[in-house]
T-cell receptor, first 115, second 109 residues
Framework: EAQVTQNPRYLITVTGKKLTVTCSQN?????MSWYRQDPGLGLRQIYYSMNVEVTDKGDVPEGYKVSRKEKRNFPLILESPSPNQTSLYFC??????????????FGEGSRLTVL | GQNIDQPTEMTATEGAIVQINCTYQ??????LFWYQQHAGEAPTFLSY??LDGLEEKGRFSSFLSRSKGYSYLLLKELQMKDSASYLCAAVDSNYQLIWGAGTKLIIKP
C-alpha cells in the first residue's frame, strides 16, 4: 500500500530536549516536505526537498533541521524544542515532474506538545 | 505578498449543495489544488485546476478563473461525512504551494 509514515504520532516533551520526527514514503517520490498546522493559520511549510541531498527552507524554518540522505526518508529534527513549536506536524511527498509539485500524499500527522 | 482567502466556516444541510470560494494572489500561477481534511486527520487530494473552467468528479466539482484569481469547490448531494475542512492551495511561479487557512464545513441533518 502506498503510504507516508510518520513517527511518533503523539509526543509530549520538555523544552530543550532534542527530538526527531521520522518520515518515510514507499512511492519513490522525489519531493518531500514538512508542514506544521496551527488553528486559524492553515498549513505552513517548514522545509522541503526536491531530491536526495537537496533541501530548502520553507516559510517557517527557524528551530528546525532536516536531512535527505535517502530518497524514502526525510526526518525533521528539533534541536532544542520550545513551547511555540507545539503543533500538529505533517510530512508529505509527491512525484515531481518539471518542477510541478504534483498531488501531495500526507502522513497521518504527529501531534507534538512542548512543555 | 502572496495570499489565499477562503471563508473560515460554512454550514449546509444534508442533501443540499454548497459552494466554497477561494481567491488567490500569487507571484505567478501554476494551478490550484483543493484538499479535504477531516478533523484530526491528514489532508487528502480532491482536485487540481490549471485551466479555466469546471472540472467535475462525482459529487465534487472545482472551478477556476485565472483572470479573476478565483476558484470554487462545489459539493452536491451533501452527506454527513462531508463535514470537514476544505483547503485551497495555489501553486506559485516557483512551483511552491501557497495554502489558505481552510474552510470548516458543518453539515446539519
Amino acid at each position: 500500500e502506498a503510504q507516508v509514515t510518520q513517527n511518533p504520532r503523539y509526543l509530549i516533551t520538555v523544552t530543550g530536549k532534542k527530538l526527531t520526527v521520522t518520515c518515510s514514503q514507499n512511492m519513490n517520490h522525489e519531493y518531500m516536505s514538512w508542514y506544521r498546522q496551527d488553528p486559524g493559520l492553515g498549513l505552513r511549510q517548514i522545509y522541503y526537498s526536491m531530491n536526495v541531498e537537496v533541501t530548502d527552507k520553507g516559510d517557517v524554518p527557524e528551530g528546525y533541521k532536516v536531512s535527505r540522505k535517502e530518497k524514502r526518508n526525510f526526518p525533521l529534527i528539533l534541536e532544542s524544542p520550545s513551547p511555540n513549536q507545539t503543533s500538529l506536524y505533517f510530512c508529505a511527498s509527491s512525484s515531481s515532474r518539471d518542477g510541478y509539485t504534483g498531488e501531495l500524499f500526507f502522513g497521518e500527522g504527529s501531534r507534538l506538545t512542548v512543555l | 505578498g502572496q495570499n489565499i482567502d477562503q471563508p473560515t466556516e460554512m454550514t449546509a444541510t444534508e442533501g443540499a449543495i454548497v459552494q466554497i470560494n477561494c481567491t488567490y494572489q500569487t507571484s505567478g500561477f501554476n494551478g490550484l489544488f483543493w484538499y479535504q481534511q477531516h478533523a484530526g486527520e491528514a489532508p487528502t487530494f480532491l482536485s487540481y485546476n490549471v485551466l479555466d473552467g469546471l472540472e467535475e468528479k462525482g459529487r465534487f466539482s472545482s472551478f477556476l478563473s485565472r483572470s479573476k484569481g478565483y476558484s470554487y469547490l462545489l459539493l452536491k448531494e451533501l452527506q454527513m461525512k462531508d463535514s470537514a475542512s476544505y483547503l485551497c492551495a495555489a501553486v506559485d511561479s516557483n512551483y511552491q504551494l501557497i495554502w489558505g487557512a481552510g474552510t470548516k464545513l458543518i453539515i446539519k441533518p
